[in-house]
């Protein structure tokens, strides 16, 4: 059992107990008048010490050997549900470290200052990871955490000072990864505070990472360097995704449904351990742990392969990643590209000498304060409309928003004079509203909804795709049949490397696939699909395109790929269930998103993981015609 | 034998001139770790495997206490092995302790041979 829990976490409150001197040392979060500090040199060249987990952080640790970790339930079916046949994907291939993982990956580091020219002030500490070229800035200059909505990224955003003898580190906004490479999950919500000590030549780094989502407590390593006289001169990780397995579906996700993991019981019977002392969660961290697993009958243990069942499924415990403060908030994208948080479904706008270019419109409880946020970002009103389905968070300002703007375009043309109720059909004045384009069946439902009609959009298309050039860039709408609904589209921006997804794709919630709307999974997996069909990240799986969800916080592809995986998973637990006769009751009591409900599940409001399921359930069961694989 | 100090770093070289102080400057208050040195232990294994230390063999460790979110408070321990007999390189771990309130839980019992 102790090797199980080597490193993790061990305890000595023995030691501590005599040692109470310790307590003038480092404090990062203690109160009272701050000490004095040593602003430590953490620059040069460093190469990871190993002595003590080559294996760990060399060849891996083993499938299901999560001792010593504080994972809760979703956590624990998450990794046993992990295939690291999952890398084969495209969209994963080139997956960057996340950055708790990235300091315990074999590989050198150089870190080195940024300071202001002319004051000479500390800026930044850089620190450049051999391994899939994690670049890492903290900043030391004490500005702010961005926002809930700003974009993640594999090293996340740190901010650090010196406390005493040792630099503290504090990172928010990281990607979804893993802790360990057995698919030990670390979630988008997770944070981390390191604490860097240095003695003479000897680097250490002790990270603590909190995850609402897959952890009960934090998790604490630490990971030790040594300085090297010099550089190591090989700094690069290219990587290009490519066609590892050719011919495989494009809605396949390698994954092992609940129980159905292989190689679950190898590690404990390869070391004669009680099954339960590997999947104990944080239980396997303290002391006592060892009696109590010798004593854990064979069953008990065998149960925490799959979903307890039976019972109330967790609720998202996901940080909210939109604003609620009555106030519309303005999120920078890329360009003269911008995302209006604050109302509803996020609303995107694209400005330029032609005028505004507007996706979606929220909700419509603060139309007035989006008209004022666009008109600060665009002398020029606002031309065009352009919604991604029919749903109310995203079409509930058309009216105002196109009462505000204007469409120059048509007022004393070839076809308003052809139409004397002018060209755009439902507005008797063109000049005086901007044109609101969808795809035809947003109309439909809009008209069946009974909504007004300065809500329904009065340029409509058909087919696969509608484009238009506007302030110098092509900006296309594709539709997406059965996906959330059976009107939805994506928005690309083509030169601003821009997609807006609308509500098939969320960071908030699973996605709203409204059957009696025509939506379905089928359709929604293809949808997503579309999507990364159109990305490309920067660098090693980030950046690049960005995706502005239906709500939720700016992201590139990593998150559209996550989702995309989810829906899939889900998809296949809910078809194996059908496949053997399974009716809704059973499939629901099954709880088949156990490992994504604290991610994104709710047990009320408007769209709970019951509803989701039952979605799932009824799509396999009755097919749209539409939707393909 | 174990030697303990507090391990405030100290400039590599003191340059001073007229009074002025040229040099590196170190923090005033205790900002550094505990450092213990010990010396003159019985050989043993650095590992359970049967890696071996020898009788010269000299242990440096420094700690370090941070209090982290959520309110636990952790020990980390540094450790420096460097043997002439058995090692080629100073061997280096580091592990971490958890504050505990209580004795609970933890039950240690005398080794005695069977």
């Known amino acids: ?629 | 034998v174990s030697v303990a100090s507090w391990d405030t770093p100290q400039p590599a070289i003191r340059n001073s001139f007229g009074g002025l102080d040229f040099g590196f400057q170190p923090p005033p208050a205790p900002g550094g770790s505990l450092k213990v040195v010990t010396t003159k232990m019985r050989p043993g294994y650095l590992r359970k495997n049967g890696v071996p230390y020898g009788a010269a063999t000299e242990l440096t460790e420094y700690f370090d206490r941070f209090d982290v979110p959520g309110g636990d408070s952790l020990l980390l321990v540094i450790s420096e092995v460097v043997d002439p007999e058995y090692l080629n390189q100073p061997f280096w771990t580091s592990s971490h302790f958890k504050k505990q309130n209580d004795a609970s839980g933890w039950n240690p019992t005398p080794c005695a041979a069977r």
């Open chain 1, 1 to 629: 059992l102790r090797g199980t829990v080597k490193k993790s976490m061990r305890i000595g409150y023995a030691i501590l107990r005599k040692l109470p001197a310790l307590a003038l040392n480092v404090a990062a979060f203690a109160q009272g008048p701050p000490r004095a500090a040593l602003d430590v040199d953490v620059t040069g060249y460093w190469s990871p010490v190993l002595h003590e987990d080559t294996l760990e952080r060399g060849g891996g640790p083993e499938i299901a050997d999560y001792g010593g970790f504080a994972l809760n339930e979703a956590g624990r079916l998450w990794a046993l549900s992990y295939d690291p046949s999952r890398l084969t994907l495209r969209h994963h291939q080139c997956d960057a470290y996340i950055m708790p993982y990235q300091m315990r990956a074999v590989g050198n580091f150089r870190m080195w200052e940024e300071r202001d020219p002319h004051t000479q002030q500390l800026i930044a500490i850089h620190v450049w990871a051999q391994t899939t070229e994690g670049h890492r800035v903290i900043w030391m200059d004490g500005r702010p955490h961005p926002p809930a909505w700003a974009p993640h990224s594999f090293t996340g955003f740190s901010t650090g000072h010196f406390v005493g003898n040792a630099l503290v580190i504090e990172t928010t906004h990281l990607k979804q990864g893993w802790l360990r490479r057995n698919g030990s999950p670390e979630s988008d919500q997770a944070t981390a505070v390191e604490f860097i000590v240095r003695h003479g030549d000897h680097l250490t780094d002790t990270t603590v990472v909190t995850d609402p989502v897959f952890l009960t407590e934090p998790e604490v390593r630490s990971n030790d360097y040594i300085r090297q006289p010099g550089d190591h001169h090989a700094w690069l990780y290219a990587c290009d995704d490519g066609e590892q397995i050719t011919g495989r579906a494009p809605d396949s996700v390698p994954n092992y449904l609940f129980g159905k993991q292989p190689f679950a019981r190898e590690f404990s019977q390869r070391y004669k351990l009680p099954l339960g002392a590997s999947l104990a969660g944080a239980a396997s961290i303290y002391p006592d742990f060892a009696a109590k697993a010798k004593q854990q009958p064979e069953s008990e243990a065998a149960a925490l392969l799959q979903p307890m069942p039976n019972r109330p499924s967790e609720s998202s415990r996901a940080q909210d990643s939109e604003p609620h403060d009555g106030d519309i908030h303005v999120f920078p994208v890329r360009d003269n590209i911008y995302m209006l948080l604050g109302d509803g479904g996020n609303i995107v706008v694209q400005t330029g000498e032609q005028g505004a270019l507007v996706v979606d419109t929220g909700a419509g409880a603060l139309s007035d304060k989006a008209i004022a946020a666009i008109r600060r970002l665009s002398p020029r009103p606002i031309q065009f409309i352009l919604n991604t389905s029919a749903r109310a968070d995203h079409v509930g300002g058309n009216a105002k928003l196109g009462a505000a703007g204007s469409d120059p375009s048509l007022p004393g043309s070839f076809f308003d004079l052809q139409a004397p109720g002018g060209a755009t059909g439902h507005q008797s004045d063109p000049a005086h509203n901007a044109t609101l384009i969808a795809q035809n069946n947003v109309v439909l439902r809009l008209e069946a909804a009974k909504a007004p009609e300065a809500t329904i959009p009065s340029d409509t298309f058909l087919e696969e795709r509608r484009r238009k050039f506007h302030n110098g860039e092509l900006v296309e709408m594709f539709h997406q049949p059965n996906a959330v609904t059976d009107g939805d589209s994506i928005v690309h921006f083509r030169r601003s490397d821009v997609i807006v997804a609308g509500d098939i794709f969320n960071t908030t919630q699973y996605p709203f696939v409204d059957l009696k709307a025509g939506g379905s999974v089928q359709g929604e997996i293809k949808a997503l699909n579309a999507i990364l069909d159109r990305t490309g990240y920067e660098h090693e799986e980030q950046g690049g395109t960005y995706v502005v969800p239906g709500h939720g916080y700016l992201c590139d592809e990593h998150e559209v790929v996550e989702y995309r995986d989810m829906v899939v998973i889900v998809r296949d637990r809910v078809q194996a269930m059908i496949n053997a006769g399974a009716t809704l009751p059973q499939v629901q009591a099954a709880r088949l998103t156990a490992d994504y409900d604290t991610r994104y599940g709710a047990n009320s409001g408007s769209w709970t993981t019951a509803m989701f399921v039952e979605a799932v359930y009824n799509s396999l069961k009755q097919p749209p015609a539409k939707s393909t694989k």
